[in-house]
């Protein structure tokens, strides 16, 4: 895609830190470094989000995300944890619409990340629960 940002990194148009290439994906530093190491693991393919992905295309990026992580975490004694996160949609706070994967070394409570999880346990019923099971599993693909 002319104008995305991702597209320009992955034809190196635009530099990047990058710590791994194949034929498949591209990993390379986010420029904001939430922690030190914050690695995006880039499909070279251009998919917008999650459910523009097919079988193969997944597979071929996402076996490659726990290979990335060793590496990630031996590169330095003090990660002690990581978070990997995958945004989709505005909403769900995506910018760049080229799927990546976040990589986020932890290094302590006190580091520059934080989520919140809401604890809605308890709110539904287990029929609501099982309504709501059945609508997602009429449109799961074999
Ligand atoms: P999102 O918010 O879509 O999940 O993540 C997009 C990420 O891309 C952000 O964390 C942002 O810092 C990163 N990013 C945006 N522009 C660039 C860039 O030009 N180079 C690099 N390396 N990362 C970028
Ligand atoms: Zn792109």
């Known amino acids: 895609m002319d104008d995305c940002i991702f597209c320009k990194i992955i034809n190196n148009e635009i530099p990047s830190t ?3 290439e194949d034929d ?3 990993a390379f530093f986010d420029i904001s470094q939430v922690t030190p190491g914050h690695t995006l693991v880039v499909p070279k393919k251009h998919v917008q ?5 097919d ?3 997944a597979e071929r990026v996402f076996k490659k995300v726990p290979m990335i992580a060793r590496a990630i975490k031996a590169s330095n004694p003090d990660i002690i944890g990581m978070n990997i996160c995958q945004n989709n ?3 769900a706070y995506q910018s760049v619409m080229h799927s ?3 990589l986020v070394p932890r290094y302590s409570k006190d580091d520059d990340f ?5 604890d809605n346990t308890g709110l539904v019923d287990n029929e609501q629960l099982q309504a709501r099971a059945d609508k997602i599993k009429q449109h799961l693909e074999d």
């Open 18 to 20: 990058t710590i791994y």
């Open 24 to 26: 498949d994906i591209k």
């Open 49 to 53: 989000d999650i459910f523009a992905y």
């Open 55 to 57: 079988e193969d295309l």
């Open 89 to 91: 949609g505005e909403i």
């Open 100 to 102: 990546h994967i976040h």
């Open 114 to 118: 934080s989520m919140h999880w809401g």
